[in-house]
């Protein structure tokens, strides 16, 4: 009875096909359940993802910056080029699984000795010379056929084709992880770009001020009010603010070139700056919890997918070790003369089926199943070391936010209060109740303080931006089938098993 059994499993496996790849199984998640010290749970998940680079991003000059940049930047390219290649090799691998059919024609003329046979050019058989004396044949053949067609019985080539699929996946989260990189990196050289104009204002300011200050020093002087030792001071203050002025300058042509390289052309004329760097550029952007990253961060489903693919290689790996079966056949027509060629009697055919199975192999498929297991381990590795990374980015960033807002208010009240400390060193200075050194150590002081202003608002900003791509935004338009370089569709959510 068992052996009745045996034979029946085996016959029903032959006939439907099995699979020798392991059931997948996601890797539970490396991180805590919540962010530290942030209560997330109360707040969309979802929300982040969803929120278009569009919405996000108000300022309508950065915006027409990121749509030239989607356009035109070369990484990005590449990013698209690559992804169409994965599909592609998808493409090749998937037509492993039907038979190639290939239309073959012959014409020949050849000598034979007597009692000798000589194989043709072509499936259907030889032509051979029975006669005890030489003859010359001539061949001619039309033939359709197709070679060694693997009956895929044991998985291999689906487990080929699934692995190339989950990587054609992989490339595509590629390119929508390097969309929404490009998306941040354009935003964050406007933003530096502006911020580094706010500055070259405050130095401008500075040094207009300090200019008038040892003007009047240097008339005092002369009327010999003050000290030459002054007098010297105050211009020492001018040159460093000259300094910060042409500082500035550099860093801006900097940031203007950063941008250059990222939208992959000149700035456009119609470029401006906001009238006020303090105006708002971003909207805030709620965090989900931790999950959330699995199904929306583009690095993780790449990384995901090319688990996927890591543990289909270990299917095909597996199947070398049964038999490999494939059918060769060919249908068409022979004959010594071309005006037969096409007649009845020329019809000519041939089918064969071979099995081959590993015997003595020197342990070769025992160490490609040891490899492709190895690799299943460190693309798993990747992968829980990819969530963990987009665990810290989003923490780090909420961080940032929670402390950055009261850091900015307390900053702001040392601005206002170094201002009507400066005003009043003025005032005290004319009435001669303070020498200069008060009234240039209180510009001084409002200088430092409007700076680090500007800096913490730079901060600010930008977190927002990083907090943004790390919770996976960015590319929801990417789903809607509107990019800019390549349409790619987003990689869809991983399930328990996907066969």
């Known amino acids: 009875m068992k052996p009745l059994i045996l034979s029946a499993s085996l016959a029903g496996c032959l006939l439907a096909g099995c699979s020798m790849e392991p059931t997948y199984q996601r890797p539970s998640m490396p991180v805590p359940d919540s962010y530290p010290a942030h209560t997330t749970a109360t707040e969309a998940p979802a929300q982040a993802a969803d929120l278009g680079w569009r919405e996000f991003f108000k300022d309508p000059v950065l915006q027409r910056l990121i749509e030239i940049a989607l356009g035109n930047n070369r990484d990005?390219?590449?990013?698209?080029?690559?992804?169409?290649?994965?599909?592609?090799g998808y493409g090749v691998a998937r037509s492993s699984l039907f038979p190639e059919i290939d239309l073959q024609g012959y014409a020949g003329?050849?000598?034979?000795?007597?009692?000798?046979?000589?194989?043709?050019n072509g499936l259907l058989g030889p032509i051979q010379n029975n006669r005890g004396s030489a003859s010359t044949f001539n061949t001619y053949q039309v033939q359709a056929g197709m070679t060694s067609y693997e009956l895929d019985f044991f998985g291999r080539q689906r487990a080929y084709v699934?692995?190339?699929?989950?990587?054609?996946?992989?490339?595509a989260a590629d390119y929508q992880a390097a969309r929404m990189a490009l998306i941040g990196e354009v935003a964050n050289a406007y933003l530096s770009l502006n911020a580094d104009r706010a500055l070259l204002q405050l130095a401008q300011q500075t040094l207009a001020a300090q200019q008038q200050h040892a003007e009047v020093m240097q008339k005092a002087f002369r009327d010999g009010g003050v000290s030459e030792f002054d007098m010297r001071r105050s211009q020492t203050q001018v040159n460093t603010a000259q300094v910060d002025v042409e500082d500035m300058g550099t860093r801006i042509a900097k940031d203007i070139n950063a941008l250059t390289v990222l939208i992959g052309q000149p700035l456009p004329p119609s470029y401006a700056t906001p009238s006020l760097w303090q105006a708002p550029l971003l909207t805030d952007v709620p965090a989900g919890l931790p999950s959330s990253l699995l199904?929306?961060?583009?690095d993780i489903l790449a990384a995901e997918d090319r688990l996927r693919a890591a543990n289909a290689d270990i299917g095909r790996a597996r199947?070398?070790?049964?038999?490999?079966?494939?059918?060769?056949a060919a249908l068409g027509v022979l004959s010594g003369s071309l005006s037969n060629l096409f007649g009845a009697s020329s019809l000519a055919w041939n089918g064969a089926a071979s099995a081959a199975m590993p015997l003595l192999d020197w342990g070769r498929n025992k160490n490609e199943l040891s490899a492709s297991k190895a690799r299943y381990g460190g693309a798993t590795a990747a992968y829980e070391g990819t969530v963990q990374q987009a665990f810290r980015e989003v923490a780090d960033a909420l961080a940032v936010r929670d402390h950055i807002v009261p850091e900015l208010k307390a900053q702001q009240e040392l601005v206002d209060q170094s201002q009507h400390v400066y005003g009043i060193s003025q005032v005290r200075f004319k009435e001669g109740l303070d020498d200069y050194i008060a009234t240039q150590d209180a510009q001084r002081s409002l200088y430092a303080a409007q700076q680090k202003l500007v800096s913490l608002q730079l901060?600010?900003?930008?977190?927002?931006?990083?907090?943004?791509?790390a919770l996976g935004g960015g590319w929801s338009d990417v789903r809607n089938g509107t990019a800019g370089v390549a349409k790619a569709p987003a990689a869809r959510p991983a399930t328990a098993s996907d066969r």
Do not use: C, W
């Open 459 to 469: 901060d600010q900003a930008v977190n927002q931006v990083n907090l943004y791509k």
């Open 319 to 328: 199947a070398a070790f049964f038999p490999n079966i494939a059918l060769t």
């Open 109 to 120: 003329r050849q000598r034979l000795p007597g009692m000798t046979q000589q194989p043709s």
């Open 295 to 298: 199904d929306r961060r583009p």
């Open 162 to 171: 699934h692995a190339s699929g989950k990587l054609a996946e992989a490339s």
């Open 76 to 88: 990005l390219r590449v990013a698209a080029a690559n992804m169409a290649e994965a599909r592609a």
